[in-house]
């Protein structure tokens, strides 16, 4: 199963953008799941996490206060509200299944990566 991600585009710094992420079958609502990110030439990076009910989430320093993950278990969809952006927000975005404690998933486990979307935003 591999993950469809999509919303992203070119915005302004101090701009949002809202990213959607569809996961077809039936074990979405069964896992943790986290928003990650890869901007050219570093590591992907995990951003934010949500529980399988969505109760517990957890945030990047860098994006607290600014971010905001959801989910709707019912719709097998995944969301990433993105506020007040910033020129170093811009990245490819992915999702996939969070980690223990709502952290990075460990390799080789979750969902097969998607091809992500582009977030980029000018200062």
């Known amino acids: 199963v591999q993950p469809v991600e999509s919303g992203g585009g070119l915005v302004q710094a101090g701009g949002s953008l809202r990213l959607s992420c569809a996961i077809s079958?039936?074990?979405?609502?069964?896992?943790?799941m986290g928003w990650y990110r890869q901007a050219p030439g570093k590591q992907r990076e995990l951003v934010a996490a949500i529980s399988s009910g969505g109760g517990s989430t957890n945030y990047a320093d860098s994006v607290k206060g600014r971010f905001t993950i959801s989910r709707d278990n019912a719709k097998n969809t995944m969301y990433l509200q993105m506020n007040s952006l910033k020129a170093e927000d811009t990245a490819v975005y992915y999702c996939?299944?969070?980690?223990?404690?709502?952290?990075?998933?460990?390799?080789?486990?979750?969902?097969?990566w998607g091809q992500g979307t582009q977030v980029t935003v000018s200062s």
């Open positions: 079958g039936t074990t979405f609502s069964l896992n943790p």
């Open positions: 996939n299944a969070a980690g223990e404690k709502l952290g990075p998933l460990i390799a080789g486990l979750g969902y097969y």
